[in-house]
């Protein structure tokens, strides 16, 4: 089951604000870190050959693995998974990843490059680390961090890893060793992957789980899941209202410190990834919502203003269902594209069916609530003759904009609770990868 996806093109990159995309590119042309900007990336980038994205294992019969993808059309192996490179561990739980240094340190002359994908353990505690330059099309495992050289930070249930400008590498916790909720941020080194005896910040938040950095705006803004003893047995809507968070962190990017928190409320329950405009100088973001199904836009109050503040700027109706409610595009199964021209009133403009539980011919049958554009239940495409199955996860759009990859796993407590079948068909799909 596919977590992330990442894009991978020998000697190019992604953009420059790329330090907190869920996915990312590898090394760019007339410098190893990426380009000077966005638009530079998207016009002088050659298209990507080869894809990267974490497979899991949900039932620990062998350890996760790094897959790598032919993405080249031209290809004899194009579609195809060409390189299994496992971790030593089963049961790790693999989950987001990030690069070792990247745009963020344009320009720097020390001789940083984007050459490892860093890799947290959500299950174990552990990091990996994947030398993705040295042979690109068969990338190796360079470093293990074990979960007793983090012991130190008090934090675990790592998620969210992004490079830093000084090549630092910077990973969120959501919890304490004992599964307890606890938001907070540990430093690596980026290139030996020692853990620092500091924290990026002593204070600690109420929730943890992803981040977006925007040094122009002093701000480091970071969202909330739940307590990983809740979370990591499944979902239970009994427990959300003391289990999960409706909450944002705002941080003061220089002095390290919370600033600002802002609860979202019953139209922001459970926030989960933060995504600006590519743009440095906007100060527009936005967070997912995924229990009250909303995208919240992120802004100051006013323009010069060290304030910060949320609006529901996309509303989903609940699917009424025989028995369930469903609070998210991965379950119900539809990725959707707005039109952000203006951050905060954006405009639907297309919807693909790629998966999900209300699919036609399925177990679910749908009392009301579909979008007005899919009139009855969808059907679902097949790729190579085999039905997809989960639900759209994780995407990565390629740098000219043209091509858009999608994974389907959650995580695993939670795939085999909405999707039981997901591990087995995947498995047993031909040239997909597993």
């Not at 007339?30 to 998207?42: E, F, H």
């Not at 969120?172 to 606890?182: E, H, T």
């Not at 427990?239 to 941080?251: C, I, S, T």
Request: hydrophobic share 35%; charged share 25%.
């Amino acid at each position: 089951m596919c977590r992330q996806v990442f894009v991978d093109k020998p000697a190019r990159c992604l953009a420059y604000h790329d330090h907190s995309a869920t996915m990312a590119s590898c090394c760019a042309g007339g410098d190893s870190l990426g380009w000077a900007t966005p638009i530079d990336a998207y016009t002088n980038s050659e298209r990507e050959t080869l894809l990267y994205t974490i497979a899991v294992v949900p039932d620990h019969s062998r350890p996760d693995y790094l897959a790598t993808i032919d993405a080249d059309p031209e290809s004899e192996t194009y579609s195809q998974v060409i390189a299994r490179t496992p971790v030593p561990y089963k049961g790790d739980e693999l989950h987001h990843s990030g690069w070792n240094a990247c745009s963020s340190c344009f320009g720097d002359k020390s001789g940083k490059r984007r050459k490892y994908l860093v890799t947290p353990a959500l299950a174990t505690n552990r990091v990996y680390a994947f030398d993705v330059a040295t042979d690109p099309r068969q990338p190796t495992l360079a470093k293990v961090v074990e979960p007793e050289a983090l012991k130190k930070t008090g934090l675990a249930y790592l998620h969210t890893s992004h490079c830093l400008a000084n090549g630092e590498v910077m990973i969120s916790g959501m919890g304490d060793a004992d599964g307890n909720a606890k938001g907070g941020f540990i430093l690596l080194d980026g290139d030996t992957f020692e853990v620092k005896d500091d924290k990026w910040a002593d204070q600690t938040t109420e929730f943890g789980y992803d981040f977006w950095y925007q040094p122009h705006h002093d701000l480091l803004v970071s969202s909330s899941w739940g307590a990983p003893s809740a979370f990591s047995k499944g979902f239970n809507p009994a427990e959300v209202a003391e289990k999960y968070g409706d909450k944002l962190f705002f941080f003061s990017w220089k002095e390290r410190k919370l600033t600002q928190t802002i609860s979202l409320g019953a139209e922001g329950l459970i926030p989960l990834e933060i995504r600006f405009l590519h743009d440095p100088w906007k100060a527009n973001g936005f967070v997912g919502a995924a229990l009250s199904s909303n995208v919240i836009h992120i802004h100051k109050e006013v323009n010069g203003s060290t304030k910060w503040k949320t609006d529901v700027v996309i509303k989903q109706p609940w699917t009424k269902v025989e028995g369930f409610i469903y609070f998210s595009n991965w379950l119900r199964g539809d990725l959707v594209q707005y039109d952000i021209s203006d951050p905060a009133s954006p405009k639907f403009n297309s919807r693909v069916w790629l998966g999900g539980s209300i699919r036609k011919g399925g177990s679910v049958k749908v009392l009301e609530g579909l979008p007005e554009d899919t009139p009855e239940q969808p059907e679902i495409p097949t790729v190579k003759g085999v039905e997809l199955q989960g639900g759209p996860q994780m995407i990565q759009l390629s740098r000219d904009g043209r091509r858009l990859y999608v994974t389907n796993s959650l995580f695993s407590p939670w795939d085999q609770q909405f999707y039981p079948g997901l591990a087995e068909k995947a498995r047993a799909a031909p040239g997909l990868p597993g």
